[in-house]
């Protein structure tokens, strides 16, 4: 919970066999020679008349202290293809990129100057966002004579259709709409991923044979005799028949240190609120990085001198159940590092976490794993389909408990923005700066339908770009919002062409520093309840659109630590227990 965020070096390293791309700028627009931003959408852009490079109108960005001027445009592009996208510019901290992939920037032009980078599309990706921006706080930037070299859509095909929605569930089927594609339209196909699931020739579906309480994410293309269109924005549906958690519909889950007493003081588990609905023992740790042989020490009396017995301490969990908390063991933390590289670790790992189970007749487990738990070996591109052994065998072992205990088993994670959020512009296995970015992506994947809670730490974080394409910076409402949006709506995986489908919204949460001395990132009472009225109600977002639409069904807040916050009076539990039970 302690881990310090790394710096990631800005790179690509580009793979495999692509189509090479035809000499042909396919933007609209390109030169701004309409005299306006046709074809492009602008925060804070103008067209301009001087200074131009060439013709008679330029992109003029105004830049201010909380908006960076950004303009970008989306267009139908082939997969598996090269493209080169190149713009000329004028100013201080111009950037040029592509969503979700690279960029290249300049700090200082004095005159127009050309920034110019090639990417390759992903194997099913059919469209691509470019853009360009300047930078807080900076004068106004110029751009112009942007261009994407390479082939474009089909002519001829119809447009995408619109954004789909979810119109109904059962347990075992989801049905969806969507707004008419335009052009001549044959039919409509439905995608999960890159396999078609139906084929229509209305703008509804359903999609049966469902598993219960399972989520899927589905986008989808228009066709005619000609060709088939790029596929609209994703969407995700959940069937129906989930069992229920035992918790309140909006919980306070915090970290007891039941292992240390790390300058705060020891808490007995007896001494715990009841406010708290999931408390997480920190930590079980490894006897090796490498072992995954997992070991839960009590804190010794040398360092927590009112420390119980351990019959106090079990007495004390079974008082909490009974009146409905859930007690996990949390594994991890930012000392203890586990690495399953081998089948053998991931075996030692389900053993000794069981074994710490039963001892104490826990609810479940809680992954925390921090520093260099989780990386991506490269060419490890595919999140629906991990081959690192490190993400391969904790699913595995993750799976193997859950089947162990059943659906009552609670499940919960706590990674950090860097191997969540952080995906959305660099994935450690693409290539390129830090292998561990978005690396717990397949892992949150593969256990969604057994993951009860995802709260990411939204503290001990560098500056994060949101689904806005904006950076947002821990501490503030609009970090909380733009960071828990991303979660509920999913956002394109960086450099993979795919898409990591978004969370129900009973399976998302945040978490947060209880005080000040508790880690970086610590946020005042009234601007948390700011970003929760956003984010369960749709109100007081600030200039933050929802991608993901409101969540009344919000789970709720986590923090570092039940322990911090008794030192500090219990200002987290006093401010945000009362708010969480009176939302709706």
């Not at 445009?73 to 100013?91: D, E, F, K, M, N």
């Amino acid at each position: 919970m302690r881990a310090r965020w790394l710096a990631v070096v800005v790179g690509v390293l580009l793979t495999g066999i692509t189509v090479p791309a035809q000499a042909a700028n396919i933007l609209s627009n390109p030169g701004f020679e309409t005299g306006s931003l046709s074809g492009w959408t602008c925060s804070g852009g103008s067209v301009v008349t001087s200074p131009v490079r060439s013709g008679s109108h330029a992109l003029n960005g105004a830049v201010s202290s909380s908006d960076f001027a950004q303009c970008s445009q989306t267009v139908s592009v082939q997969p598996s293809t090269s493209y080169t996208l190149s713009g000329w510019v004028r100013g201080s901290y111009v950037y040029l990129g592509v969503t979700g992939g690279t960029s290249t920037w300049t700090p200082s032009a004095a005159s127009y100057t050309q920034l110019t980078l090639s990417f390759t599309t992903g194997a099913s990706q059919t469209s691509a966002q470019i853009y360009v921006h300047g930078w807080y706080g900076q004068p106004a930037y110029q751009a112009d004579d942007i261009s994407l070299d390479g082939p474009g859509g089909t002519p001829g095909a119809p447009s995408a259709p619109g954004t789909p929605t979810v119109t109904g569930t059962t347990n075992t089927a989801i049905s969806l709409s969507w707004p008419a594609a335009t052009g001549t339209v044959t039919g409509y196909r439905v995608y999960e991923g890159s396999n078609v699931v139906q084929t229509v020739t209305g703008t509804t579906a359903t999609l049966s044979g469902l598993q219960t309480c399972s989520s899927h994410t589905y986008a989808v293309a228009a066709y005619n005799s000609v060709g088939e269109s790029a596929k609209s924005a994703a969407t995700t549906g959940t069937t129906g028949g989930c069992a229920s958690t035992g918790l309140p519909k909006h919980a306070l889950i915090g970290y007891l240190h039941a292992s240390f007493a790390n300058g705060s003081g020891y808490v007995r588990m007896a001494d715990v609120p009841s406010e708290w609905s999931i408390i997480n023992l920190s930590f079980g740790e490894p006897t090796s990085v490498t072992s995954g042989d997992i070991r839960f020490n009590r804190c010794p009396a040398s360092e927590c001198p009112n420390v119980e017995s351990e019959a106090e301490f079990i007495a004390a969990i079974r008082a909490k159940q009974a009146a409905g908390k859930k007690v996990l063991i949390s594994i991890g933390g930012a000392n203890g590092q586990v690495q399953l590289t081998t089948t053998a670790a991931r075996d030692a790992f389900v053993s000794s976490v069981g074994a710490i189970i039963d001892r104490y007749g826990l609810d479940g487990l809680d992954i925390d794993f921090e520093g260099h738990s989780l990386y991506l070996n490269s060419g490890d591109t595919d999140f629906r389909n991990p081959t690192t052994p490190v993400i391969v065998n904790l699913i595995s072992a993750l799976k193997t408990l859950k089947a162990r205990y059943g659906a009552n088993f609670v499940l919960t994670m706590a990674p950090e923005t860097f191997f969540v959020q952080v995906g959305y512009q660099f994935y450690g296995g693409a290539g390129g700066g830090d292998n561990r970015t978005g690396s717990y992506l397949p892992v949150i994947h593969a256990l969604r339908d057994a993951l009860t809670v995802l709260h990411v730490q939204d503290y001990n974080s560098g500056p994060v770009m949101g689904l806005d394409n904006q950076y947002h910076t821990m501490g503030g409402a609009d970090f909380h919002i733009a960071m828990t949006d991303m979660v509920k709506a999913g956002f394109p995986v960086a450099n993979t062409g795919q898409t990591f489908p978004g969370l129900r919204e009973d399976q998302i949460g945040f978490g947060l520093p209880a005080a000040v001395s508790a880690g970086n990132g610590y946020t005042a009472p009234a601007v948390v309840h700011q970003a929760l009225d956003c984010l369960v109600k749709g109100q007081n977002c600030g200039g933050y659109s929802l991608r993901g639409g409101a969540s009344p069904a919000f789970r709720g807040l986590m923090t570092w630590s039940v322990n911090w916050d008794r030192y500090y009076n219990w200002e987290f539990r006093n401010s945000h227990a009362p708010y969480l039970a009176a939302l709706p």
